[in-house]
Nanobody, 127 residues
Framework: QVQLVESGGGLVQAGGSLRLSCAAS????????MGWFRQAPGKEREFVGH??????????YYADSVKGRLTISRDNAKNTVYLQMNSLKPEDTAVYYC??????????????????WGQGTQVTVSS
């Protein structure tokens, strides 16, 4: 069982930056694929980005809507994955969730591919 705890959300002006963290329990964090999703009010949960397990190269993948502005990284020594968000826009406002799966994920953008989820952290971008 893996527990995920997100932090780092808040209120920021358009054009600003935030860094979200997702701390995971467990001793084999490096073996987990990690994803970030977001959900705005009245909308479905949306894929943001993904980082593969370390043994597969920790490759990163992003939704087109955030490519070039958001960056995912992982620190296995701290059992933490990060989402660095730059040049934020009001449309980035949402609850951001991290998700994990032990091993590779075939369909990166499908929430059901991930076995574990955090509770979410609110990001609000004002115009």
């Amino acid at each position: 069982q893996v527990q995920l705890v997100e932090s780092g959300g808040g209120l920021v002006q358009a054009g600003g930056s935030l860094r979200l963290s997702c701390a995971a329990s467990g001793r084999t964090f490096s073996d987990y694929a990690m994803g970030w999703f977001r959900q705005a009010p009245g909308k479905e949960r949306e894929f943001v980005g993904h980082i593969t397990p370390t043994w597969s190269g920790a490759g990163t993948y992003y939704a087109d809507s955030v490519k070039g502005r958001l960056t995912i990284s992982r620190d296995n020594a701290k059992n933490t994955v990060y989402l660095q968000m730059n040049s934020l826009k009001p449309e980035d406002t949402a609850v951001y969730y991290c998700a994990a799966n032990n091993g590779l994920v075939r369909r990166l953008g499908v929430p059901n591919e991930y076995a574990y989820w955090g509770q979410g952290t609110q990001v609000t971008v004002s115009s």
